[in-house]
């Protein structure tokens, strides 16, 4: 059983549009991490969050909000898509006291 | 900041070859997570370490935080170990991982 599942998996949208990202985990993780991977770049930290209710910056916020209703579910939200945000998207999981991450399998979101 | 950077950035291997691949870091970090991702892009977690070494099967991973580097070594190399392997540290400000540029393996018959 896949312990992080992203939706959707693939998602084409135009630029102005909204985009919601969403991640559930069934680890019972305190934490949770939205990243993005480009040609280049490895995977940046977007946000991430403490548990139900938190959100925190992470190094490239700019652009996105996240929202983490609770436990299990974490979204990362693109009020206003541009193409720049064309990417793949990593959410991930893990316990608060350690820095061990277990990934979703990625959703790639094309911004035309 | 915080930076980590991955050697070599890509990878030749035969069959039943071995090899080892590096990361260093240009901060002190307090654990590394190596990861290799598949042909499907998914991210799979081979390692974890605080300190000193882990092995699994044909895979060995050793972490020096006073040297500030760690390392994975591929044993008898096979074809499904092609793919990109990606160290992330632990960063030194908030709960979050810095990767590397990852190391494309590509093994062949």
């Known amino acids: 059983e896949a312990a992080v599942t992203q939706s959707p998996r693939n998602k084409v949208a135009v630029t102005g549009g909204k985009v919601t990202l969403s991640c559930n985990q069934t680890n019972n993780h305190n934490n949770m991490y939205w990243y993005r991977q480009d040609t280049g770049h490895g995977l940046r930290l977007i946000h991430y969050?403490?548990?139900?209710?938190?959100?925190e910056k992470g190094d490239i916020p700019d652009g996105y909000k996240a929202s983490r209703p609770s436990q299990e579910n974490f979204s990362l939200i693109l009020e206003l898509a541009t193409p720049s945000q064309t990417s793949v998207y990593f959410c991930?999981?893990?316990?608060?006291?350690?820095?061990?991450?277990?990934f979703g399998p990625g959703t790639r979101l094309t911004v035309l | 900041g915080d930076q980590v950077e991955q050697s070599p950035s890509a990878l030749s291997l035969h069959e039943g070859t071995s090899s080892a691949l590096r990361c260093n870091f240009t901060t002190t970090t307090r654990s590394v997570q190596w990861f290799r991702q598949n042909s499907r892009g998914s991210l799979i977690n081979l390692f974890y370490l605080a300190s000193g070494t882990k092995e699994n099967g044909r895979l060995k991973s050793a972490f020096d935080s006073k040297e500030l580097y760690s390392t994975l070594h591929i044993r008898d190399a096979q074809l499904e170990d092609s793919g990109t392997y990606f160290c992330a540290a632990e960063g030194s400000s908030g709960n979050k991982l810095i990767f590397g540029i990852g190391t494309l393996l590509s093994v062949k018959p």
């Open positions: 969050s403490y548990g139900a209710g938190s959100t």
């Open positions: 991930a999981s893990g316990e608060g006291g350690s820095y061990e991450q277990y």
